[in-house]
């Protein structure tokens, strides 16, 4: 080959490594996103503008950085996708120009709030610089080094993110760093997102389709706008940093209703962004509202502590005996720890209640307390004497929840590189002591036996419960909360658990903003998961009685992320009196923040169908007008008298009782004893779930009444809680979502075979036969059975699972028998070893 002529061989070995582009010397035309090429087109790269962040109204984009690497988890920190890397004052975006080479995303629930690579600042936990070797991790409000290569954060729920700025501009590195470690210390309630969040109006969600461009209305009768107002105030607070706030970026193209549109909402809650009317009780009504469902008898609402003059941790109405009057509740709160006086829960219909309150101050003044007791005793129908539970002896304090709650963060969040997944599969032998050792199980069992012991006093023994707690802000919410899911079938629903967590969590006192770290500098020992123990323990009781819950764990999970969201007002504060004096008191015009539940800010009604437990509507098919059928042990509840019903079916359950015994035979008492836990024994409880024959005495089984098993060998780990961004310990076409669909699809036939029988049964009366529109409560149909039957893992609806992480490379999986499986094909096939173009085209189809 002679000197002139070009070299004809091309060398395809490492066309598909990246690296560094050329320099070329451009015109000045704003940031540019350049996708990484192969060496032998390095002079031909494609030069295009960056992805655009997804953002809010009100939110404004402060830090960015281009030709950023997202890695996969456990990855090896060798396969991950380019993109551009956000910082707001809302949220951490990566947002990536490349298509997801996978099918899953009709799987993927859409948040219309967050998108996949999107962290909320409340959101982070730990941030990390990365480098071979060495983890050194980046304290708040620290600089950042122009020579960082890779950074991970870890999120309070259980999710890491790996950044590489391999090909990223040194400049861009230090600048978007810098802004993250700044703006995720969050100093003041004030400089939370929840106060610059501005959903738009029903009536300027349809305006805005047809004209982008045109400004939103207020939503809270305010003059000026709420997210130009929020512009302002947010570039003012910030004035020592004037470099990093950027020109508000706000891609109209992107822009995102936070409200559903008009014609989805009731006409009588369009007013306002709230949706399902979950009472929030900041007033009186809801109080009484809530006594005349429970029937309770002899108490009243009081206002006793209005605009928070007696106690800043109770709320401004609360319920006490109507025999108390409001003086001598002044005179009784100083005596209280936190001036939290004995207030009322929830009343059973036999007169019993459940309350609660903390110790008094000085030990040596009794007075007060034991006046605020005789009243529980006077107003109870027989004048029985309250139970006071010390939950500072049957339950864990927060601080053990925290301790517990560390260890359990580290064992389900290991650093993500290849070294420490062989260490996770090298400890798995060792994982349920390791789970033991944490105390986390044992935190939920104390929790729930509590629990138990209470409802089953009030219950059998007739006796009203005094929760009792050294401040009176995270055990006594769990127990009392569980008390009342155990008691009232109501609180087993969404709305009435939703009123549930309102009234005992929310406005009852507890410490979010404290809890779940929202502030920046936080006060060493004041964190704690008390709210996900307690969500927790609920899981426990669904695993125990699936068809008594109308709403499934997903909902859970869904709920415990909406509190590090930061844009709810729901979960920000540390007690009502902090929300009144940031909301009313403070500011010229009351803001409205919006609340976690009106579910639709956040997701399609499609996409709320996981909420709903298939097992519970099945039980309402089945019991409910279904033609020529009648439930055997079950009659159709009214939810909104709480408890009361049942009063009036124990003649039924008598008669009932009677027959089958005398057909079957009943068990002997020492083969009861056996079956009955140790703290049950020879109290004769329905220990069968709602609704269950049980084998008590009929006139003392209450078919709405619940009673978990909470021995070690009943509580079981949640791993789809706790596992789901941990792709090594998913299921691919198993676990819990693949019985949920099942589920779903079986119900859904029922509800299909329903309909025909009252068609035929419409026809035989020569009835007029109308034929609505079939519409589905349940995510999964019965028509969709062959709907990416081979795509679930155990970690749906939350983490897209890859392949690739769980068996190596891609290739090596293909023509493998759990491809064929995935597929449809049979396992007894010969020809395994042979990899075909039909294997390689097939694998888009079962690609993670």
Sequence with gaps: MSKNEKPTFKSYLHSSVYVEPK??????????????????????????????????????????????????????????????????????????????????????RKNQLFKENDIPLTCVDTIFQVSSSKRKQLLPGSSASRSMKM????????????????????????????????????????RLFAFFFEPLSPSSSSSSSSSPSSPSKSNNHSPEPKS???????????????????????????RLSAVPAASDIPEKTQPTERVGWTPEFRGAEDWENEMKRTGARNLRVTSFNEDFQSSDSLPQYIVVPSVVSDGELKR??????????????????NGSMLMRMTPRLNTQQLDHEIRMLESITLIHPSKAQPNILDLAQLCPSYRDIQASFQKLHELCMP????????????????????????????????????????????????????????????????VASLVQIILDPYFRTQLGFQSLVQREWVIAGHPFQKRCGHLTPKKEGDEAPSFLLFLDCVNQMMQQFPSAFEFTDTYLITLWDSTFAGIFGTFLFNREQEHYRLCVQEVDTPVRLATVWSWTLQYSREDQALFNNPMYIAKQILADKVPGFRSSNQSEVDYSEGCNPSMYRFRARTAKRTLLDARYGSKSQDDLSRSTPVHLRDKNLNINGANSTGNGRSSE??????????????????????????????????GNPLVYKQHCQVVDEIQQLKDKLERLRARKMNDVVRRPKRESRLYF????????????????????????????????????????????QSLMQSDMHTLTVNDVEASDEVEM
């Design 23 to 108: 320099k070329v010397k451009t015109k000045d035309k704003g940031p540019t996103f350049q996708l990484h090429a192969p060496a032998d087109n390095d002079n031909n790269y494609e030069e295009l503008k960056p992805p655009e962040a997804f953002v809010h109204e009100g939110e404004i984009i402060i830090g960015q950085a281009h030709n950023v690497l997202k890695f996969d988890s456990f990855s090896g920190l060798n396969k991950g996708i380019s993109g551009s890397l956000y910082c707001t004052n809302f949220k951490i975006s990566f947002v990536s120009a490349n298509r997801p080479n996978h099918h899953l995303i009709e799987l993927d």
């Design 151 to 190: 950074v991970e954060i870890k999120c309070k729920n259980f999710k890491v993110h790996t950044f590489s700025f391999k090909f990223t501009n040194k400049g861009q590195i230090k600048s978007v760093m810098t802004t993250i470690l700044h703006y995720a210390v969050i100093t003041s309630p004030r």
């Design 228 to 254: 130009l107002k929020s512009t302002k105030e947010w570039k003012s607070m910030n004035k020592k940093t004037p470099k990093l706030v950027a020109a508000v970026y706000r891609p109209t193209s992107q």
């Design 332 to 349: 009784a709160a100083p005596n209280f720890e936190q001036n939290r006086v004995p207030m009322w829960c929830w009343s059973h219909r």
């Design 415 to 478: 650093a993500q590189n290849q070294k420490n997944l062989k260490e996770f599969w090298s400890n798995d032998k060792d994982w349920y002591s390791n789970l033991d050792a944490t105390k986390w199980m044992q935190s939920i069992s104390m929790c729930m036996t509590a629990a138990v012991t209470a409802a089953t006093t009030i219950y059998q023994n007739e006796q009203t419960v005094v929760l009792r707690e050294p401040e009176g802000l995270d055990t006594s919410c769990i």
């Design 701 to 734: 089984v209450d078919p709405n009444m619940i009673i978990p098993q909470t021995g070690p060998p009943f509580i079981k780990f949640w791993t789809q809680c706790y596992l789901r961004w941990l792709p090594s310990a998913h299921i691919v076409c198993g």
């Design 781 to 824: 149909t019965y028509e969709e059975n062959a709907r990416n039957q081979g795509l679930l893992t155990s970690a749906f609806p939350f983490s897209i699972s890859d392949l690739s992480l769980i068996g190596g490379d891609r290739r090596s999986f293909l023509g493998t028998p759990l491809a064929r499986f995935l597929r449809g």
